[in-house]
């Protein structure tokens, strides 16, 4: 508890289990696919005892001392995240690979990106950052970043800013009304409606940015300070033994079935969120002074209590741990492994828990609230040199000959990608004119697929150029082409759907005044497997991303059937060789020998695939592309081939690696002009 407030032992109980959450669910485990809603509970455990510790003291004394509140929660949060800050950038030098920053944005973590999350941590606005820079919390992106979980102390901290704002207009409320407390409870329902509409609506249009914003969260904070503002209010007044058990329950119930049920593709925080931070605020009321009920007993364990005390640190600790494991180890762990390393972080924040409790012991006793922000600036500047330090050593060491020619060979997979942006799931006519190759072609190849249509870019644009071909990209990552509504598919893919049929029509809509070849290149072997093949896939893999083999089966004879229909020449190229971890973090911590894997290996994983694309071909007249004999020669698959880095992840070709793909594509392509000069399809009736 805050000084100046009884202790409450079931609150640090509340803790334990709040922080208790988040640790499983950041490891995987599937008993608690919402174990992210921990937070959502510091939050409302935050208002309630902020708001506690100033409405005792403003009572007391008539005025809050914001320069000693400010005092203490420097003391309370700022040494140890500043130590582990400095620890991330140390340990980011050694782990990391270094790529120079022009290597475009990738799955591995870049040094300068590294340093500007340790900034913007610093400052106490990592959840700015994360928006700005578009990192989905839930997503590969974020579980790339070692500071990314800080984004809820930037929130936390942005909400002490507000605090005195809200503390100032209910006192100037009260003048008016003469009942300070009816004009904080004014307030604090303003703030609750407001912040819960700003959720809903913002997490709508943008969902990633919503869940870091303190606008979409105030509203926990203002449950909490809502249930202190009642406590308060009902004086040393005992709640009867059925109601508080009640209360104890009905919250613990909404805690345990929100981490159960709600899952990352739940919206949030919108008003789900609502479930976890009430509930907590039930616990709060429900265990309060005099009851006696089982959710208390079991909140009041002593060592569930002392996990409570150290739930800060744990916090603090346990991510960036977890992160540079699975960096280290290509992210090849089990979750024994992460366990241990998770547990392996309590000692770190046992000693920060008692190092910081001594300091607090001194600054308080010496009653000097300046001095202790005056100490606070310190470990900031101290935490900026560690960040400057780590820029400039990492400078250096991306500028090794190793590290220049990786990221040389890892840079050219971007420009295609630049010139022709991906477009989104809406209405054709509300797409980037996507045109590569040569745009005055009179023949439109339509590159049609997911990410993996994508990387074949940089060898289709010269290669169309050549060929006096017009390429016209229609790429939606994750989402494989002409995607069948099946019973079992995900709501989520209605978009790739959506996008599927407008594809579709387009494309034939087109053929009627030009000659049309349609490539459909995706990932197929992902989507048709439950279990993914490289490590790093198996750690992030996430229910309900597979849209199920009968909606990719279908949906594929479907759109290869119809377009040969039409009489339009089709190509499907058969699914790249996919390799157990990242190449450019292979290759930067082990030979290139190691860096390869059997066809056999990844037999069971790739036959579906290649069975459904050569089945469909042979029934449609499509045409198929197989990388498998080039890219796993005498049935090895290796990261590099003839010098050339041939991956730029586990699964995605580099510019290199697509190229030296080019006489397949080319073959491909004069093999569709061919059955178009043959008329072998019905003729199709073009308009002049």
């Not at 008993?31 to 005792?56: E, H, K, Q």
């Not at 000959?401 to 209405?427: V, Y």
Request: net charge neutral; charged share 15%; glycine share 8%.
């Amino acid at each position: 508890m805050t000084a100046g407030s009884p202790y409450r032992p079931d609150v640090d109980g509340l803790r334990a289990v709040a922080v208790l959450a988040v640790v499983v669910y950041h490891v995987n485990i599937a008993a608690l696919p919402g174990g992210f809603v921990g937070v959502d509970c510091f939050f409302a455990i935050s208002g309630f005892l902020i708001f506690s510790l100033l409405y005792r003291q403003q009572q007391a004394a008539g005025t809050i001392d914001w320069l000693a509140f400010y005092a203490r929660r420097v003391t309370r949060l700022l040494p140890e995240a500043c130590a582990l800050i400095a620890a991330v950038m140390v340990a980011g030098y050694f782990i990391l690979p270094p790529l120079a920053q022009d290597v475009g944005p990738v799955y591995v973590l870049s040094y300068r990106e590294l340093v500007n999350s340790g900034v913007a941590a610093t400052f106490w606005v990592a959840n700015l950052y994360f928006s700005v820079l578009g990192v989905n919390y839930f997503e590969a992106g974020g579980e790339r970043q070692p500071l990314v979980h800080l984004w809820s102390l930037g929130v936390e901290e942005q909400f002490y800013l507000v605090v005195p704002l809200m503390f100032w207009l209910a006192r100037m409320l009260t003048r008016e009304s003469g009942d300070w407390a009816r004009s904080a409870t004014a307030l604090l329902a303003i703030a609750f409606v407001s912040s819960l509409a700003i959720a809903v609506g913002w997490q709508s249009i943008h969902a990633w940015s919503a869940y870091y914003a303190l606008p979409t969260r105030a509203y926990e904070f203002a449950l909490g300070a809502g249930a202190a503002l009642w406590t308060f209010r009902r004086g040393a007044a005992l709640l009867p033994a059925w109601t508080s058990t009640a209360l104890a329950l009905s919250g613990a119930t909404a805690i345990v079935a929100s981490c159960v049920t709600f899952r990352w593709d739940t919206p949030f925080p919108s008003i789900w969120a609502l479930v976890p931070a009430l509930g907590s605020v039930l616990v709060i009321l429900g265990c309060g002074s005099g009851a006696s009920n089982t959710v208390r007993t079991a909140l009041t364990v002593p060592a569930v209590t002392y996990l409570g005390k150290i739930s800060y640190g744990w916090y603090l600790w346990h991510w960036p741990m977890l992160v540079f494991w699975r960096e280290y180890w290509l992210y090849d762990v089990t979750v024994w492994s992460e366990a241990a390393v998770v547990a392996a972080a309590l000692a770190p924040a046992a000693l920060g828990y008692h190092a910081v409790a001594r300091l607090r012991q001194r600054s308080h006793a010496a009653g000097r609230p300046e001095r202790v922000l005056i100490f606070g600036a310190a470990g900031l500047g101290a935490t900026l040199v560690s960040c400057g330090v780590l820029l400039l050593a990492a400078d250096a060491k991306v500028l090794t000959p190793d590290a220049q020619l990786l990221s040389a060979r890892l840079k050219d997979r971007w420009i295609a990608t630049a010139q022709c942006p991906k477009p989104g799931p809406g209405a054709p006519d509300s797409w980037p004119d996507c045109v590569f190759g040569d745009v005055r072609g009179t023949t439109t190849v339509v590159l049609w697929g997911d990410s993996h249509a994508l990387h074949w870019l940089l060898a289709l644009d010269p290669l169309l150029r050549d060929l006096r071909m017009r390429g016209l990209l229609r790429a939606h990552a994750g989402c494989p082409p002409g995607l069948a509504r099946v019973d079992d598919v995900p709501e989520r893919f209605d978009a790739c759907i959506n996008f599927g049929s407008a594809v579709l029509a387009e494309v034939t809509d087109l053929a009627r005044r030009e000659p049309v070849f349609v490539l459909l290149f995706a990932r197929w072997a992902r989507y048709l497997n439950e279990e993914p093949y490289s490590a790093v896939d198996r750690k992030r893999a996430l229910p309900g991303w597979i849209p199920g083999r009968q909606a990719v089966e279908v949906g594929l004879r479907n759109i290869a059937t119809s377009l040969r229909t039409t009489g339009i020449p089709v190509g499907i190229a058969q699914p790249v060789p996919e390799h157990q971890y990242e190449i450019p973090n292979c290759l930067y911590q082990l030979p290139a020998g190691r860096c390869t894997v059997s066809w056999e290996s990844q037999r069971a994983y790739m036959d579906p695939a290649r069975e459904m694309i050569s089945d469909i071909a042979a029934r449609s007249g499509a045409l198929v592309l197989d990388p498998k004999p080039l890219l796993c020669p005498d049935e090895i698959c290796p990261a590099e081939l003839d010098g050339h880095v041939l991956y730029f992840d586990d699964d995605h070709l580099s510019g290199e690696g697509a190229i030296y793909l080019d006489d397949s594509l080319r073959e491909l392509l004069a093999s569709l002009a061919a059955l178009d000069k043959a008329n072998t399809t019905p003729a199709r009736p073009r308009s002049p």
